[in-house]
């Protein structure tokens, strides 16, 4: 269990690095906002996939289903998170659903390809 609580931190940790530089370097190339949103979602797909690929790594037997769950779960935070922080209600945005989607197949594929 502690393992878990490692590697979801990991991946937090890694989706902040992550984002600073590329904001970074969205902000020195003047980049517009579909640049932004690519950038995001290119961070959901990193590290889910490597967060489903640590968790499938440490469970050893259902992989991919390690995976799922630590796609679902970084999802679940990112969302409640963003929920807490802006001060809204979820409203049935596609994005929404898009987000989860690539979060937990990111994550499964990650499990799916550990040792």
Not at 63 to 83: C, D, H, S
Not at 94 to 103: G, Q
């Amino acid at each position: 269990m502690i393992n878990c609580a490692i590697i979801f931190a990991m991946m937090f940790v890694l989706t902040a690095v992550l984002l600073t530089v590329m904001s970074a370097v969205i902000w020195k190339t003047d980049a517009g906002s579909g640049a932004v949103s690519g950038c995001v979602i290119a961070v959901y797909i990193i590290v889910n996939f490597i967060g489903g690929f640590f968790m499938g790594k440490t469970a050893g037997k259902h992989k991919f289903l390690w995976g799922i769950i630590a796609g679902a779960a970084y999802f679940a935070v990112i969302l409640l998170a963003g929920i807490w922080i802006m001060g809204s209600e979820i409203s049935g945005n596609a994005d929404i659903i898009s987000t989860a989607m690539i979060c937990i197949i990111s994550g499964m594929f990650g499990g799916m390809i550990a040792p």
